[in-house]
Structure formats: C-alpha cells, structure tokens
C-alpha cells in the first residue's frame, strides 16, 4: 500500500510541477497584487527619476553608488535598450526594455534567481527605460513564485488522505484475494467505520462497485464449492449401499464359481476394495471440510497416539521393507480429537511407508516448541525416499493431487490422505509443514498448539 500511496502523491506533485514550471517560464509576466503594484511603481518612480536626474546633470556614477545599497543592480536605458546610466548585467536586458517602450507598461522577466524589471520612466520630455535587477530573498521562490508554506502543506495533507483513500479498499481486495486463494472461500471484503464515513456516497464509484462484485464473486465461488462437497459426499455415501451388496453378491458367486472363474472374481474384488477405499476417504475428508472447530475437545496425548499407531504401522512398513523409528518426548498434549489426530499422523505415515525406498528408514519424532510465544506439539515424520519437487510441496496438501503420477494407485494412493491430515491439522488450530531433506527424503512436520494447561 505504502508504493500505491507514494506513487500517486508524487504523480501529484509532478503535475502541480509541471504547471509552475511551465508558469514560471513565462517570458513576462505581471504581478496580480495591487497593493504591491502600487508599492513597486511609488519605489521605482522615485528612484528612477533619481537616476534620471543624476544623468542628465553628469553625475550618474554618483546616483548609481548610492542607489547600489538598496538595489541588486539599476539601470537607465532608451527606448531602443541602449544603456545610458548603469548595467544589470542581465543577458536580454535590451529586448526586455524594448518590450516594455513599446507596450508603455511595465515588464517583468523571472530567470533561476532573480528577476529583471523593466519599467517605463517620462522624465522632462524624455522617455527613458529603468531596468531593476530583484533577487529572491527565500529559498522556495526559487524558479519563479512557487508556493508558499501554507500551499504546500495544505497539499500534502490533502494528497496523501486521496492516496490513502484510493489505496485502503485496493490493500483490502488483495488481503481478500489472498485469504480466498489459501481456501477461505467464506472471506469478503468489509468497509471499515472509517471508509463507511469517507465514503458518502459507497456504491457508487468505481472502487466501491469493484468491491461489490468481488464479494459477489466470492460468495459465488463459495456456493459452488459447498455444492461440490456435497455432490461429492452424496454420490459417495449413496456408493456405500451397492458397494455392499456387491460384496455379498461376490461372496454368493464365489460359492458358485468355476476354477476359472476365480482371477475374475478376484479382480472384482481387488476393484471393489479400491473403490470402497476411495470412498472411504472421501467422505472423512467431507467430512473434515464441513467443521470449522472440534466442539467436544479432550486432552489428547500425541505421544499416546503415537505409541499406539506403531504397531499397526510397523506392520505394514515390513510388509514393504522399511524400518521406523521413534524418538518421543512426554509432553506433547494438546486439546481436541484423538481420532482425526490418529488419522491425520496415520495418512502421513502411510504415505511415507508408499514412497519410501525398500529397505528405507521412516523416523517418528514428537517433540515441544515455543513458537511466536507460543508452544505448540510437533510430530515429525521424516523418510529417506526421492522427496518431492520443490515447486509441488504446497500443492501435495491439496485433495486428489498425486506428486508422481506414474506410480499405481496401490502404491501412489488417491492423492486424499495428506488432505486430511492437513484439514485434521487445521480444525484443531495447526498445520502441517513439508519440506524436502537435504541429504534426500521428505520431513513432514504436525504442529498443533499445546492445551493451556501442558
């Protein structure tokens, strides 16, 4: 915002530039302020007929010596710009008091720091030319009258509450935007008291309508998705019903089947398995989308969860020839559901006993971290397989997104396990890390805050 805000006060303050530059390059150009006017002819009249006077009697040095003291420089020339007593030393002099000889009036030229006056002077039946060389006397009118304090001031201000009240709603949008990218879909963009008050007429300018129409694309996303969820959980829970009783159909038909028959069954079997497996994993994560927060929290050890979990992964880990490891620390309670914890620590170490290398090594860590002044329980799991390509680790913790495709699904899976985890993580206040290891392999870190009262 700070950019956005800086861009348009200097696209201000280079226009109002340009317009007084352009002003003060004016080749002549008059004073608009009576009373100086009057003041400034009343000084160069007396003088000027001073110096006048002194000329015509032959003692121009001697009126020019003490006029020196009031003036930078002041000058007697004719009509045609010759000079007769004295010299500004002012390049374009002559043209000037030609200017004002023809014109009869007086002319004033601004140059970087001064300005050069050339007034008409009637003295005993002579029409003469007094040229005034005028320094600036403080540093703004510089180039000419720039303006004063007071201007400026009363410009910032206003130029910086217009950048603010064009940048506010536009940093809005993008927190919005942000917010809706990393899943909020629920995210709108607010008036603030502040905007509701400076904004006399909300809806009606362009910034106001872009704002509507983003909530409303919002809130359009949001249906569309909760409409998704549901279609998805509906369809997979209605599965549910012909997924048994093709179960019980196979059980009959194997009863019934021929030798023969027995790799085709088996292969139906093998599908349905598959297929149940799916739909078993859809609809907890269904189910994990639809809560915001656990309402019937417990307190729940993570190293508990762990010890428990071991044998069960254990054993599946040596069906693939990989080994676990532990290293646990007391401690680790935190508050909300031991069976969402269970299965989002079980998904993350069921992927890792997939993609870990025969004869690998998965390593299970609990430990306790202050973060942010805050303590959170962490749950490690860390492997020695490929990893994951850097630019894919974020998007893994999206549902149905599988690193390496060519795998088959036995091996790969459905790309839904680290989706629940990662939702399991969020309902209870966490997240969950990921992270390649430099020696090869993938750590996955579940970081869930610590009950009160661990």
């Not at 600036?136 to 009118?141: D, T």
């Not at 159909?249 to 023969?260: D, F, H, I, Q």
Request: proline residues 3%; aromatic residues 6%.
């Amino acid at each position: 915002m700070l950019r956005l805000v800086l861009k348009i006060f200097l696209a201000y303050w280079m226009a109002a530039g340009v317009v007084i530059v352009v002003s003060d390059f004016e080749p002549h150009r008059e004073s608009h302020h009576p009373e100086l006017e009057d003041a400034l002819d009343s000084s160069l009249a007396m003088n000027g007929m001073a110096l006048a006077a002194a000329f015509e009697n032959g003692h121009c040095s001697d009126a020019e010596r003490v006029l020196s003291a009031q003036y930078d420089a002041l000058a007697l020339a004719r009509a045609d710009g010759t000079l007769l007593c004295g010299d500004t030393g002012v390049d374009g002099q002559r043209a000037l008091a030609q200017d004002a000889a023809r014109n009869h009036k007086r002319i004033t030229s601004n140059r970087a720091l001064f300005q050069l006056i050339a007034a008409p002077l009637p003295f005993n039946s002579n029409n003469y030319i007094l040229l005034l060389k005028a320094r600036y006397n403080r540093a703004l009118q510089v180039y000419g009258l720039l303006p004063g304090n007071t201007t400026i001031a009363i410009s910032c201000v206003v130029t910086l509450f217009l950048a603010f009240l064009v940048a506010l709603p536009i940093r809005r949008l993008r927190t919005a935007a942000q917010e809706i990218g990393a899943g909020n879909l629920d995210t709108r963009v607010h008036w603030g008291k502040a905007s509701e008050t400076l904004h006399a007429f909300r809806g009606r300018d362009d910034i106001a309508k872009l704002v509507q129409d983003f909530n409303n694309m919002a809130a359009r996303l949001q249906t569309l998705a909760e409409a998704q969820r549901m279609l998805l959980r509906d369809v997979s829970h209605e599965l549910r019903s012909p997924l048994t009783r093709l179960a019980v159909g196979l059980g009959y038909a194997r009863r019934e089947a021929t030798p023969t028959m027995s790799v085709h069954l088996d292969r139906i079997e093998s599908e349905s398995k598959r297929l149940n497996a799916l739909i078993g994993q859809i609809l907890a994560l269904a189910h994990l989308e639809a809560i915001q927060t656990i309402e019937d929290q417990e307190e729940v050890s993570l190293t508990r969860v762990v010890l428990d979990l071991l044998p069960d992964v254990q054993y599946e880990a040596a069906r693939s020839g990989c080994v676990i490891t532990t290293a646990i620390t007391e401690g680790c309670t935190v508050p909300g559901n031991s069976e969402l914890l269970r299965a989002a620590i079980e998904n993350v170490v069921r992927n890792a006993i997939r993609y870990v290398h025969e004869n690998g090594l998965i390593h299970i860590e609990t430990t306790v971290l202050n973060q942010q002044d805050k303590r959170i329980a962490v749950v490690r799991i860390s492997d020695n397989g490929t990893g994951i390509p850097e630019n894919e680790l974020k998007s893994v913790l999206k549902p149905f997104y599988r690193a390496d495709r060519s795998l088959p699904w036995h091996k790969a899976g459905f790309g839904i396990g680290l989706a629940i985890a990662n939702r399991a993580a969020i309902v209870h206040g966490g997240t969950i890390n990921i992270r390649n290891r430099t020696e090869g392999g993938l750590i996955v870190e579940i970081c869930i805050p610590l009950s009160p009262r661990a």
